[in-house]
């Protein structure tokens, strides 16, 4: 068990600035996600962590002890690669021992851990296969095995599923989650997929440009985010120009209360819309139905609306909609971004909803 600290990291590569000022504190035995797109420096940090890329600035705390100068060998830590990096000459338990055979143990000791890490990860009687024997899944296993028959103190993932077919992706990173667990590691996970990191994070580190723009549990996140980019990043939602005016907020065909308080910064503000949101009422602004799209125990509803761009609405499988069809519909709760300032209207903070696949 571990406790790791970033105080302050930063790193250049030329002119463009991967990390910046970054600081993030991860618990003992908690999986925390780094999450971000592409180009945002969460992949520099994972590096940065394993010693594999040094920082301009700042330092790396495991257990309150500063590992900056460290090489990666030195460090409590251990990488999982995105290509998994198995010898193709090594079998599966060669590939395990790799690292033990480097710190010279003795063989029978080698031998012992290497069969316990093979049990581990549900692999007992793989370790005569060659990695072009094993299918993306049990290699992905093995690379595991590899870094954790180390004993490592934290364990560094650095999108180990994104070369699995979307099933056994989804598969693996339950597996991966529930060993997690067992094994009780300190983990740093990196990915750009909103779901993954949703599933199986205990925290979510959310980065845009390398700069950390919210920490929190995925539920959190979902239901309170506090700047307009993590709140388009996680899950689906829908997003709509407003205006503060007396007394309410106007987007749309939509008048909601407004918040006590708020005022437009710069003259602008963005009402934002979780789908599962809207929903159909009597009472509602009229709209007018583009394409209903069923996707299993729930509708997608794309909805053309007076003055703002068509927006998605998640509703009960049973409802009777058609395309082309006017209904009405009413925002039950919203967030209000007005330059760095946020604001709920409406009703109450609830967990976040499965994230769906979305229709074409």
């Not at 005569?128 to 490592?152: C, I």
């Not at 990915?191 to 994070?201: C, G, K, R, V, W």
């Not at 789908?275 to 209903?292: F, Q, S, T």
Request: aromatic share 4%; with cysteine; charged share 20%.
């Amino acid at each position: 068990m571990a406790r790791l600290s970033l105080r302050h990291l930063s790193k250049r590569f030329g002119t463009h600035a991967a990390v910046h000022d970054l600081t993030l504190d991860v618990a003992d035995g908690e999986l925390m996600c780094l999450l971000g797109p592409s180009g945002c420096g969460k992949t520099t940090t994972l590096r940065m962590i394993g010693g594999f890329a040094a920082p301009d600035a700042g330092d790396i705390q495991i257990n309150g002890r500063s590992v900056v100068a460290l090489p990666p060998e030195r460090r409590p830590t251990a990488m999982v690669f995105q290509r998994y990096n198995l010898w193709p000459h090594m079998t599966a338990a060669q590939n395990i021992a790799f690292g033990l055979r480097l710190r010279r143990l003795p063989r029978g000791q080698i031998e012992a851990k290497v069969r316990d890490a093979l049990g581990l990860v549900g692999l007992p009687g793989a370790g005569h296969k060659y990695p072009h024997q094993l299918s993306g899944g049990e290699q992905q296993r093995v690379a595991v095995a590899r870094a954790l028959v180390l004993e490592p103190q934290i364990l560094l993932l650095d999108e180990p599923f994104s070369n699995l077919d979307a099933r056994l992706r989804v598969h693996m990173r339950e597996e991966v989650k529930q060993l997690q667990r067992a094994v009780g590691i300190t983990t740093v996970f990196v990915t750009h997929d909103q779901e993954e990191a949703l599933t199986i994070a205990d925290r979510i580190a959310v980065m845009k440009d390398g700069v950390l723009q919210q920490v929190d549990t995925p539920a959190a996140l979902y239901a309170r985010p506090r700047t307009l980019f993590v709140a388009d990043f996680i899950g689906t939602m829908n997003l709509l120009p407003a205006r503060i005016e007396a007394g309410a907020v106007a987007a749309g065909p939509w008048r909601l209360p407004a918040a006590g308080g708020l005022r437009p910064h710069g003259g602008e503000a963005t009402l934002a819309v979780r789908p599962e949101d809207l929903v159909l009422d009597p009472a509602g602004a009229p709209v007018r139905v583009r394409r209903v799209v069923n996707l299993g125990h729930y509708l997608q509803v794309l909805l053309e609306c007076p003055g703002v761009a068509p927006l998605r609405m998640f509703t009960e499988k049973g409802a009777s909609l058609e395309e082309g069809q006017g209904v009405r519909v009413r925002i039950s709760r919203a967030l209000l971004f007005s330059g760095p300032d946020v604001a709920e209207l409406g009703g109450p903070m609830r967990p976040p909803v499965a994230a769906p696949a979305e229709a074409p």
